[in-house]
């Protein structure tokens, strides 16, 4: 159908933009962690979206596959009943009892769960494991930037919204999703409003989900074959691995905040577990 097909192309067209920033994270083109926060606040975006789109999809393949099951349900009984009063005697009785067997066995019919549909069941669950991964980082960065542990950058050539604006030119054409804008990221990078220890127990509930999520899918990972899964499941816990060591330097910073010993923290971005989601080291 029409919104099926939207819908599709919208999810690829998605995918491949956060293929595009998780690439761009790798390859070291978002320098400094300013830069960190507006591809992972983006990739977040981006996620949400494909998410959304994905659980959309699948609601409506599993409405269309109950209609189809209904609709052969009542096409078995409407069959056994017209054959039940075709003939009579000793032969009618035969034929009473297959129509009932044969509506028992219309009544007991389900929905059959397809390694396609678990397949796709993994990728909903590794696209929400990423989005909270990447709110957490990008909240956990916010701290630091709250604690002055972590300035913005100025420049003397360019400025913010320059960089901001090159970094995501090439999204410019696309109507959907809505390209954002500068204006956007300092829109929903603005926690003046909100406490310290408010910020670092939201980013502590992104990575304790995002873990959560990621132990299903390598779970899960047992009873689907290696050709259905997105990633596997080594690649699966390292991602645990930086939600666990971002949990624990979080812990580390806001020990050091309450002390007041922001002033000799260091901060480096470790990438070795993962090429696309840092871990935040604060020492």
Partial sequence: ???????????????????????????????????????????????????MVVEKMKAKMKAQKE???KIAKEEAVAAAKAEKGKKKGKKAGRKNNAAKHAVAAAASMTVKVT????????????????????RGIMKFLAVLNQADVLKAPEYKFTSQRVCFVKRFE???????????????????????????????????????????????????CKTVGEHYRSISQDEARNLVKVCVGNS?????????????????CKVTFDFQSNGQFCSIKVG
């Fill in 1 to 51: 159908t029409t919104p099926y097909a939207t819908n599709y192309v919208i999810s690829t067209t998605t995918g491949v933009m956060e293929h595009h920033v998780g690439l761009g994270i790798e390859l070291g083109l978002f320098n400094g962690h300013y830069h960190l926060s507006t591809a992972y606040w983006y990739r977040s975006y981006l996620l949400a979206t494909k998410l």
């Fill in 67 to 69: 209609m189809e099951l």
């Fill in 115 to 134: 390694d396609e549909d678990e397949e796709d069941e993994l990728d909903i669950r590794l696209i929400r494991a990423k989005q909270l991964l990447c």
């Fill in 170 to 220: 090439s999204f410019g054409q696309i109507q959907q999703p809505r390209p954002l804008t500068h204006d956007d990221f300092v829109h929903a990078s603005n926690f003046l409003n909100f406490s310290s220890a408010q910020i670092q127990a939201s980013s502590a509930e992104c990575f304790s989900e995002c873990r959560t999520e990621l132990d299903k899918f390598i779970s899960d």
């Fill in 248 to 264: 624990i330097f979080l812990m580390k910073l806001s020990q050091a905040i309450v002390k007041g010993d922001t002033a000799e």
